[in-house]
């Protein structure tokens, strides 16, 4: 396309090189104004670097620098020809929706609760055009579109989401984001109340919300696309609409924040609305624990020892160490599904952020095979984990002189702990954990929800139906 354009236009893209005007530096990008030469009225010329060091990741970060370059220009349409360019060991249909995700999520924005609109909303590319050379490529092209839009919209879902603040998005209002989900792909969903949790003996999910006056929820999302008898995947998200830390309140500063705790529950439900757009062929489950932790006169406090639906007794030394202890009684629920495996995926402890930044999710898991295909699939996605160890030995941590284990292992390796402490509700399947603290938002001027990990699960399950597999 290069070639063909310079041709168009005399030359103008060899002139613009020879005057040093592009160089091919690696997201670098120049604006050239056509006039009559091309059919397009302006042509954006983006750099690929080293041809042979082209690999996903810097595929991703020069798509994204084109993506936002044409989001400042105000233009509504585009022809985008950068699937041309040969990316290490990714093809067509890889560049294709790395292209497509990434200029869906340049359009992100959210204002829906300012009361002036962004004028520049009107003038948000809307459509690009993406040109095939071959025929024989169109199908898989096709293919790469639906995938990455059907993506793309369960991220958008998730951002949402979790950009909402605690007074809007409540454990109902969730609720109430699945039934819509239902009445738009005929899921089934059912809501359990407290007083069902109660009779199912949730008693450390129900302690974590006791000081809060908004009652928690747990909502059970079911897809079944695969066979009667295939067991299903479950997905379980924490979904801690607020997180004041109960009486180990938390510091003041960034407690603003504390609405992203519900990140674990946006993203599964981002993931179950992927799944139901590209109409997977396998059962899937989605569940989410949704609550409030406040300090209150009733709230439970440091000290307490709490019996959890498992029947196993947990003391609390610190409050604000709660989802695992909302977790916990989920977790021990979906028994009832028989599920092939089960992930959880939670905003779960600060310590995960001190070992991997905010750069990759944690992954624990007591499965090496599941561990491994979660692992492919987020260095697939380009929404990455990176695995951190579950090992007997951390288990000691959780020691307790006055119930079966405490909910906190102390500073030292605090995120495996939390793992440790999950694993014991999780014998009778195979199972995995994320720790998605230091991924599922961004701090800061710019701060907000990223929609992770929705691409990586998305990616997790297209594999276990036969779509998307690397060889």
């Known amino acids: ?159 949402d989401l979790a950009n909402l603040p605690g007074n809007i998005c409540t454990p109902s209002y969730l609720a109430e984001q699945a039934r819509k989900l239902l009445r738009s792909h005929q899921l089934k969903v059912s809501i359990l109340s407290e007083p069902q949790m109660r009779s199912l003996k949730m008693g450390s999910l129900l302690s974590v919300t006791r000081g809060s006056r908004e009652p928690a929820k747990l909502i059970i999302m079911e897809y079944r696309g695969g066979a009667k008898s295939s067991p299903p995947v479950v997905l379980v998200g924490k979904g801690l609409t607020f997180d004041a830390g109960g009486i180990s309140l938390k510091p003041a500063g960034k407690m603003d924040e504390m609405k992203y ?71 021990t629920y979906v028994e009832r599904f028989d599920p092939e495996l089960v992930i959880d995926v939670a905003t779960l402890t600060g310590a995960v952020i001190v070992a991997l930044g905010n750069h990759a999710t944690g992954l624990m898991s007591t499965h090496n095979p599941l561990a491994h295909e979660l692992m492919n699939a987020g260095e697939q996605s380009s929404d990455r984990a990176w695995r951190l160890p579950v090992w007997d030995e951390y288990q000691d941590q959780l020691e307790s002189p006055f119930a079966d284990f405490t909910n906190l292992g102390g500073r030292a390796a605090g995120s495996i702990t939390a793992a440790c402490f999950l694993s014991r509700f999780t014998k009778k399947y195979n199972w995995a954990h994320m720790d998605i603290a230091g991924t599922a938002w961004r701090s800061g001027k710019n701060k907000g929800a990223t929609g992770r990990p929705v691409p990586m699960l998305a990616q997790f399950l297209m594999n276990r139906a036969g779509l998307g597999a690397e060889d």
């Open 1 to 159: 396309s290069a070639i063909a354009v310079d041709q168009a236009a005399g030359g103008l893209l060899k002139r613009l090189a020879k005057r040093g005007d592009i160089e091919g530096t690696s997201g670098h990008t120049l604006l050239v104004h056509c006039e009559d030469d091309l059919r397009a009225p302006r042509l954006l010329v983006v750099g690929l670097g080293d041809a042979d060091q082209l690999d996903a990741d810097e595929f991703l970060a020069v798509v994204r620098s084109a993506a936002t370059a044409l989001q400042q220009t105000g233009a509504t349409n585009a022809a985008v020809t950068l699937a041309e360019a040969k990316v290490k060991q990714r093809d067509l249909g890889d560049r294709t929706r790395i292209i497509v995700e990434a200029f869906a999520a340049s359009r992100y924005r959210f204002d829906r609760l300012k009361s002036k609109k962004s004028k520049s909303k009107n003038r948000t590319l809307s459509k690009i055009v993406l040109p095939v050379k071959e025929k024989s490529s169109v199908a898989a092209v096709r293919r790469s579109v639906r995938e990455g839009e059907a993506v793309s919209s369960g991220v958008q879902l998730a951002r």
């Open 261 to 331: 705790d519900m990140g674990g529950a946006a993203g599964v439900l981002g993931t179950m609305q992927t799944v139901a757009e590209l109409n997977l062929p396998i059962n899937i489950i989605g569940v989410l624990a949704g609550c409030e932790n406040m300090p209150d006169g009733k709230a439970y406090r440091p000290g307490d020892i709490l019996t959890t639906m498992s029947g196993q007794t947990v003391e609390v030394l610190n409050t604000d160490a709660e989802g695992r202890l909302v977790l916990c009684d989920a977790l």
